[in-house]
């Protein structure tokens, strides 16, 4: 045996590890990427073999909720199933910007009560559980977790300004007003239609009248409650009656008419603020004292007397009701419905918003309490049903139109749904309805049509409150393995490679092109 042989066979054996790397989107230094090269310089300085790797692309390091990779890594640590004994993550703050220093701590725990140990890379320290490296290991994940509640702080200020500035933060614009984009230098680049968004960072969106017909009609709903004594319910049916559809292409209903009454961009104020989700916590309404306002932001489109008018009619009619003639009111919807909702009392004519409830009694929950009405499931459900209905059927209308409009054919076969484009490609069309976890967190389950096996599903993911497509997803079926797909608000490159923001590259496909031209 050679010197060389005998020093290969007598040198160290690698140690078997597995590394955690995680993206956000705070610093492109942090790319999984740059993560993974500065491991393997490590693992290699060190004597290790990577064997496993656990990632989260795009990932807020704040909640362990919605980082499959972390999640999958203590599961198989718990579970036995590793084949390493180290795992090698970045720095602190990879690991996870968790608020309570005690959480990011509990998670490194459980991997060393498995006989697992984990070493920071681009640390100074050796997290060896020597006192030194402990203390600095506690700062260190304060000081991850105080990043994100100063970088909450800056960004929420830096909206706040832009908000002042009479710039829009996102949401569709009214019935009666249009979304203008705006560049750095605050021309107007052009208006924004329907599903479209800025694509420059520094551009930014302000509101601005819409056709004359829809502000007369914004005008005749104003004038109808305030100078005639309408309510909602009978402007409504009149607006129907007359075939007037609401911007998102519906009918009007007596809640989505209260909204355009009580909403102050309609005078020209931009207000922001009234709902918050900071630093991945849950959703809260905001005391109105901490709303962002900007009076006279935009061109308003109705007198701004007529608006505090419909206001001070709001104002009064719950200020009439005792509480006892509400909890009245509401018993007599329960029983009338069998159930509650929001909607259930914003349809409702004789009845105060679900606002004043809210407002009056602290919560819906408490008011559905008071007259005995525990909900045991969520009722919001069969009412966005039917509107999610309305909207798939739209979609397949629109859908169809679109494709036709650049020559294609389809057929829609009246059992399955499915539509036969040039009589060559498959394709099903499905609503991705947005439910919220208990966490705060958005997700979309996705069920794709095994049975028929479509050359390719269109997935319309709804946006938060289920009005409106926030996006579209092209998933050729040869390409999914799962029957189910659970979509997060950010899913990586293997789903968000087939998002798009509307259906002209599915139009695009569809289109036929002549013989000849492809010659």
Known sequence: MSDSDHRGANAPKARKAAQYVRMSTDHQRYSTENQSDAIARYAEERGYQIIETYTDAGKSGLRIEGRDGLT????????????????????ISRWGRFQDADESAYYEYICKRAGIAVEYCAEQFENDGSPVSTIVKGVKRAMAGEYSRELSQKVFAGQSRLIEMGYRQGGPPGFGLRRMLIDEAGNQKGVLSRGEHKSIQTDRVTLIPGPDNEIAVVNRIFHSFVD????????AADLNAKGVKTDLDRDWTPSVVRQL????????????NRHSFKLKKRHVNNDPNTWVRSE?????????????AAKAIFAARAQRYSDEEMLDGLRDALETHGFL????INEASALPSSGAYQSRFGSLLRAYKLVGFTPDRDYRYIEINKRLRKIHAGIIHETMNGIEQIGGHVHRNAKTGLLTINHELSASVA?????????GAYRWNIRLETGL?????????MDQANETPLDYYLLPTADMILPKLRLSQNNGLSLDAYRYDDLTHFFTMCERTSILEIA
């Open 431 to 439: 609503i991705a309805r947005c439910t919220q976890t208990g966490a």
């Open 261 to 272: 009454l009580s909403n102050e961009k309609y005078i020209g104020n931009n207000i922001w």
């Open 296 to 308: 006279g932001a935009f061109e308003a489109i109705v007198d701004a007397g007529l608006f505090a």
């Open 341 to 344: 909702s929001g909607i259930v």
């Open 228 to 235: 005639e004594n309408q309510s909602e319910a009978m402007i």
């Open 72 to 91: 999958q890594l203590l599961d198989d640590i718990q579970a036995g199933k590793t084949d390493f004994k180290t795992v090698l993550v970045y720095d």
């Open 453 to 461: 096996l479509p050359d390719i599903t269109v997935v319309v993911r």
